[in-house]
C-alpha cells in the first residue's frame, strides 16, 4: 500500500472509496494544517513550473488559487481583502507586466 502523508483535498476519501481501495486518514490539528498547507502550496508551484502545456499551466495555476482560498480561510481574511492589499502594493511599486529583470545595484 503506497504512503502518501500529504495534504489532499476534501474529496479523495470518497474517490478512493468509490474504486473500493482501503485508506487511511487523519484530521490534521491547525497547527499541522498550516505546515501542510505551506508544503502542499510549494507542491503545487512546482507543479506549475514543470507544466508544459498552456493547458496544464492553467490547471496548475487553479491549484494554486484553491491553496491561496485555503490559505485566505485559514488566516480569517477574504480574497478582496487579498486583492486589496495586492492592489495597493501593485500601485507604489508596480507589478510584473514590465518584464524587468535587475542585474545588479551600486553599492
Known amino acids: ?7 489532499v483535498r476534501d474529496r479523495i476519501p470518497e474517490i478512493i472509496d468509490a474504486t473500493g481501495k482501503a485508506f487511511t486518514t487523519r484530521v490534521l490539528s491547525e497547527e499541522e494544517y498550516l505546515i501542510e498547507l505551506k ?13 508544459e502545456t498552456r493547458e496544464d499551466a492553467i490547471e496548475e495555476l487553479a ?7 485555503a490559505f485566505a480561510k485559514y488566516h480569517k481574511t477574504s480574497l ?28
Not at 1 to 7: H, Q
Not at 39 to 51: R, T
Not at 63 to 69: F, Q
Open 1 to 7: 500500500m503506497p504512503t502518501y502523508n500529504k495534504l
Open 39 to 51: 508544503k502542499k502550496s510549494f507542491e503545487e508551484l512546482e507543479e506549475y513550473h514543470d507544466a
Open 63 to 69: 491549484d494554486l488559487m484553491e491553496i491561496v482560498h
Open 80 to 107: 478582496e481583502e487579498i486583492e486589496a492589499i495586492r492592489h495597493e502594493k501593485a500601485e507604489k511599486r508596480g507589478g510584473f507586466d514590465k518584464r524587468i529583470f535587475l542585474n545588479e545595484v551600486e553599492d
